[in-house]
């Protein structure tokens, strides 16, 4: 393999630290050569470095674009990283002509590089700013750095993210803290403590914050001493602002330092203070030095910085922490000690230089597979996902969630379009490409770049919602088979179908498919009512029984948010509008009352629909003589998931909250308003107490009782089962991944 970088050549700080460890590295395992647009510090330290780089400039950008054509056709290369506006720009013309796939590494927000110069802002800004739309391939140095990328509606799946990495096998002499000191004619006391920080003085490296936190700390402790290294065009009005503050003899500004790790060796403390940033090389060497770390809250800082276990972070410009979190560790060396001690060892297990570059050969390798994957095939897209997305139906969500998931264990690198009333959240939440489910041009026009349409999951083929829906469903179905796209109906549920011209037009339809999975068997027998006979059709189960729940930890923060006692014990309820509904709402608060003066526990009501559930829950609490607990905020399928399995029962309407609970082994109640609930729990030979509109308190009771003084039993059942069920979720993911692979 044979890479070619790009970069100005301007570069200073982490970016250019980042690309010459990261080329020098890569030179270990490929063919990699670096151009630099400008000759200087940039070229002449990759050249000590014995890295292969070339300075190209020629004096016009039309000549240097002919420079790298010719270095091009002369040394031959299969991918062009850039990096920067003027390296970005070149890529994108050279990409044009010899048609090398590009990829682009964003080290910083492009639209804050150029606030302070409104002449670069609307030349190199806006050129950037352009460029970056006609690069394909995107590598974001933080997840953070990725999801602002999704949110300006850059393609998911073709954005990685490559964290920055340090060396941790390379010993770097540095002087003592004394002679770093004598050399800035420095004269500290010996255990005087001594916080630093390294940065651009630039408004958006927020040192401001560090002066205001500075003068709080120093009226508690006059001898704490603090060192700004970095300049910039802020030096001279910061400088005014710590004399001010009558910091001048705590506060001193050292310039621009040119061996950093030696700065970083004086320190006591490490921070940073930026308003925003990508991943800084600078808390990376304060862990390399195992610095005790406090910094604001921005870029991927969180992924390396657990807050009071590898570091302490603050919101940007939130002084006041930020002064706590240092008196914290000024006054306690063994504090200090120890979240170093953590930060190094988080550090040097995903945060190394051979991490760094073992990431980005992946990500080269992906490239180079999906673009012989487009010329083979001519197709964008494997497979495009239709269903009731985009909603905030958490259900919904699970199975989304989950056919990506099970998709990606039998094809890692698939390409999913996803058809979501919310393509944005979409896009941010699974990663994968989203458009609007009614842009029927956008739908047709990415039909003709894809390889499988699925209809799934979910209850999608029925009526008794509305005709309407049905109508939509199918007719993407039909416009798939149009298009000449294989097409699958993914571990679905059927029916019911009411009305005859709808049962006739879904037969004439779902007869086109390739394929059938349903999710249980009273679907599959609506089928054979159906006279469906043309597809494959199997009995296998719905995807949401194969997803983990959330962590303990991140549960029990839940509960703390939602002021519910974790160590107490929980009887969930999920319920929903339906019709009859103010019937139901007085028996299910009823029960709600008989479980808490019977069982001991607290009723738990979990709104699995957001925030529409909260009004029928809300409805039922009032009727209630007992005090319970709601869950108030809209949570993720993980920690939804999570949430159920702290119940000891659940009573449910909502078949997803059932789903959940099965497959967690929690002991259920079905309360039936569609045929679906009383299928699944039919499925997996549990009871339910029968339909809503007929709901009898003491008939449910019954069943309850019965539940609840066998669930231990039935929690054996349900590991059986649940086995069983998720086997099965995954045989849908199989199917679909042989239909793409025959396609």
Not at 228 to 237: A, L, T, V
Not at 239 to 245: C, D, G, P, T, V
Not at 457 to 465: A, M, R, Y
Request: with cysteine; hydrophobic share 40%.
């Amino acid at each position: 393999m044979k890479v070619l970088h790009l970069i100005g050549g301007g570069d200073i700080g982490g970016a250019k630290s980042h690309v010459l460890s990261l080329v020098n590295e890569l030179g270990k395992y490929i063919d990699v050569k670096l151009i630099s647009f400008r000759k200087g510090a940039f070229a002449d330290d990759a050249r000590a470095m014995g890295i292969n780089v070339e300075v190209v400039r020629t004096g016009t950008i039309f000549t240097d674009i002919r420079r790298v054509l010719n270095i091009i056709k002369n040394e031959g290369y299969d991918i062009i990283h850039s990096h920067g506006a003027k390296a970005n720009m070149i890529a994108v013309i050279v990409k044009k002509i010899t048609k090398i796939p590009v990829v682009t590494t964003v080290h910083s927000d492009y639209r804050l590089d150029y606030l302070q110069n409104i002449l670069k802002m609307f030349s190199f800004g806006l050129i950037n700013t352009v460029s970056l739309r006609f690069i394909e391939y995107h590598i974001g140095v933080s997840n953070n750095f990725k999801q602002m990328l999704i949110r300006r509606r850059f393609s998911p799946q073709n954005i990685f993210t490559v964290y920055n990495g340090i060396d941790f096998n390379k010993k770097v002499p540095t002087i003592s803290r004394e002679e770093f000191l004598k050399k800035y004619n420095l004269n500290f006391g010996k255990d005087d403590v001594i916080i630093g920080i390294l940065a651009r003085l630039h408004p958006v490296k927020g040192i401001g914050t560090l002066l205001q936190a500075a003068r709080l700390i120093v009226d508690e402790n006059p001898s704490v001493r603090f060192l700004i290294g970095g300049d910039g065009e802020e030096r001279k009005s910061l400088e005014k602002k710590a004399s001010s503050l009558g910091l001048n003899n705590n506060v001193f500004f050292l310039g621009f330092v040119n061996e950093p790790l030696d700065f970083i060796n004086c320190i006591d403390i490490n921070v940073l203070t930026s308003l925003s940033e990508s991943f800084p090389y600078a808390i990376l060497e304060g862990a390399l030095y195992k610095k005790a770390t406090v910094s604001s809250n921005v870029g991927g800082i969180s992924d390396l910085i657990e807050n009071g276990k590898t570091g302490f972070l603050f919101e940007p410009k939130d002084y006041k922490t930020f002064a706590k979190h240092l008196i914290n560790l000024i006054n306690d060396p063994l504090l200090r000690k120890k979240i170093g001690d953590n930060l190094y060892e988080k550090t040097n297990t995903y945060f190394s230089l051979h991490n760094m570059c073992s990431t980005q050969l992946n990500i080269y390798k992906t490239i180079l597979r999906r673009e012989e994957e487009k010329k083979k095939s001519g197709c964008k897209y494997d497979v495009i996902i239709s269903g009731y997305y985009g909603f905030k139906n958490i259900g919904d969500d699970a199975m989304l969630k989950a056919i990506i998931d099970n998709l990606k264990l039998y094809h890692e690198d698939i390409r999913i379009m996803v058809l979501s009333k919310n393509p944005l959240e979409t896009r941010q939440t699974y990663n994968v490409n989203s458009i609007n489910r009614f842009n029927i041009l956008k739908i047709i026009s990415v039909m003709r770049k894809s390889k499988l349409f699925l209809n799934g999951g979910g209850n999608l083929l029925q009526d008794n919602t509305s005709t309407r829906s049905l109508i939509y469903y199918l007719g993407m179905i039909w416009l798939a088979k149009k298009m000449d796209m294989k097409t699958m109906i993914y571990a679905n549920g059927i029916g019911p179908l009411n009305k005859k011209n709808n049962r006739r037009m879904t037969k004439a339809v779902v007869n086109q498919v390739d394929v059938i999975t349903l999710r249980e068997e009273l679907s599959y027998r609506e089928i054979q009512n159906l006279n469906i006979e043309k597809p494959q059709v199997f009995l296998t189960a719905d995807p949401a029984v194969t997803i983990e729940a959330g962590g303990k930890e991140e549960i029990d923060e839940i509960f703390m948010k939602e002021n519910i006692n974790p160590n107490e014990k929980l009887i969930g309820f999920s319920v929903r509008k339906w019709s009859d509904y103010e019937k139901y709402q007085t028996v299910i608060a009823r029960v709600a009352d008989y479980v808490c003066e019977n069982y001991g526990a607290k009723p738990l009501f979990i709104p699995m629909h957001y925030p529409s559930d909260l009004l029928i829950i809300d409805n039922i609490v009032a009727k209630m003589k007992n005090k319970c607990y709601v869950i108030r905020n809209k949570y993720s399928v993980a920690q939804m998931l999570g949430i159920i399995g702290r119940t000891q029962l659940l009573i449910g309407m909502r078949l997803h909250a059932l789903i959940f609970a099965a497959s967690l082994k929690v002991p259920l109640v079905g309360l039936v308003y569609e045929t679906k609930v009383e299928g699944f729990m039919q499925y997996i030979n549990q009871p339910s107490a029968g339909h809503v509109s007929s709901l009898e308190f003491e008939k449910i009771i019954e069943i309850v009782d019965y539940v609840w003084n066998r669930r231990d039993e039935i929690r054996r059942e349900l590991e059986e089962t649940t086995e069983t069920l998720r086997n099965k979720a995954l045989e849908n993911a199989k199917i679909a991944v042989e239909l793409i692979e025959k396609n």
